[in-house]
């Protein structure tokens, strides 16, 4: 239900597998970048999900994509560039008492 809100959170677990404790799931949190590496990105998507009102989050998958750029030359052409950006997400959970 998107209309149920939460208050957000001070610190947020992490979970590689379904937690013994019941819970239910909020909603997915997700990080991308091509400039940090994983360690920002889990800073970055613990944020996402304690904004949420996450207690855990439940690790989804992490992995790479290549994109590809093209700037215009002075003189015609394009110069193609790759970009390499690193992704992660998971599914923000709250347990339920």
């Not at 590689?16 to 019941?22: N, T």
């Not at 992490?62 to 970009?83: D, K, L």
């Amino acid at each position: 239900d998107e209309s149920v809100t939460y208050p957000p959170t001070d610190s947020v677990e992490i979970y590689w597998q379904q937690p013994q404790r019941p819970y239910k799931i909020i909603g997915k949190v997700s990080a991308t970048s091509e400039d940090f590496g994983e360690d920002a990105l889990f800073k970055m998507l613990k944020k996402k999900a304690m904004a949420a009102g996450a207690h855990a989050i439940i690790m989804g998958g992490t992995g790479q994509g290549t994109s590809v750029v093209a700037y215009p030359m002075y003189g015609g052409g394009a110069a193609i560039i790759p970009i390499t950006s690193t992704r992660i997400e998971g599914i923000a959970i709250r347990f339920i008492d």
